[in-house]
């Protein structure tokens, strides 16, 4: 099994609905990402958690909002969702501990479109 | 000034050749600094991370960074078609909690 998954894979929604966007990990880690990506433009870190208590935006957070109901889950969600918030969205995840902290896992990530 | 930048590509390369991808960051006082390569569609997957000065290898990938220069490079020996991806470069500045990520370099190898 995947050490990091993503719910839904794909997803296609209208202007103005709201939609989360779910994230699980079994590596154990603390720490948890959420970053868009569109083309051309890499990665963007939208919301990242270092614990269920420790919670902070990105560089684009506005239209967005987490919640980290776990250690193990970390989700994201779209109040009002709006066409330029099409994108593929990516869930990592990272352990403070040891000689490869700061290092990122990725999970496979959700295709999300909005109409 | 973006604060990780990296030429967009595509780099072509033949088949058998070193491809050199580098990247460029702002902040003088980073710490970490990471290799990630995706293919269209899929996630990012670590390639290689480095720490300090020098270079760093790993089979066929060596990374090479030189903080008084602030840029970090990937080569790739033996380019193989498999290796056509966009490879991201990432890194941790200095009191910065999270990584930032370059927009990427599309690797094209030619058979």
């Known amino acids: 099994d995947a050490d990091v998954t993503q719910t839904p894979r794909n997803r296609i929604t209208k202007t103005g609905k709201r939609i989360m966007l779910e994230c699980s990990q079994t590596k154990g880690h603390d720490r948890m990402y959420w970053y868009r990506q569109d083309p051309g433009l890499g990665l963007r870190l939208i919301y990242y958690?270092?614990?269920?208590?420790?919670?902070n935006k990105g560089e684009i957070s506005d239209g967005y909002s987490v919640s980290r109901q776990a250690q193990a889950k970390f989700s994201l969600s779209l109040e009002s969702a709006i066409p330029n918030q099409t994108a593929l969205y990516f869930c990592?995840?990272?352990?403070?501990?040891?000689?490869?902290?700061?290092?990122?896992?990725f999970g496979p990530g959700t295709r999300l479109t909005v109409l | 000034q973006k604060e990780v930048e990296q030429n967009s590509g595509p780099l072509s390369v033949p088949e058998g050749a070193i491809a050199s991808l580098n990247c460029t960051y702002s902040d003088r006082g980073s710490q970490s600094f990471f290799w990630y390569r995706q293919y269209s569609g899929k996630s990012p997957e670590l390639i290689m991370s480095i720490y300090s000065n020098g270079d760093k290898e790993d089979g066929r990938f060596t990374a090479q960074l030189n903080k008084a220069s602030q840029y970090v490079s990937l080569l790739i020996r033996d380019s193989q078609p498999s290796d056509s991806a966009t490879y991201l470069c990432a890194v941790r500045g200095s009191g910065r909690r999270a990584l930032t990520f370059g927009s990427g370099t599309r690797l094209q190898v030619q058979p």
């Open positions: 990592a995840t990272s352990d403070p501990s040891g000689i490869n902290t700061d290092t990122q896992y």
């Open positions: 958690s270092f614990d269920v208590k420790d919670i």
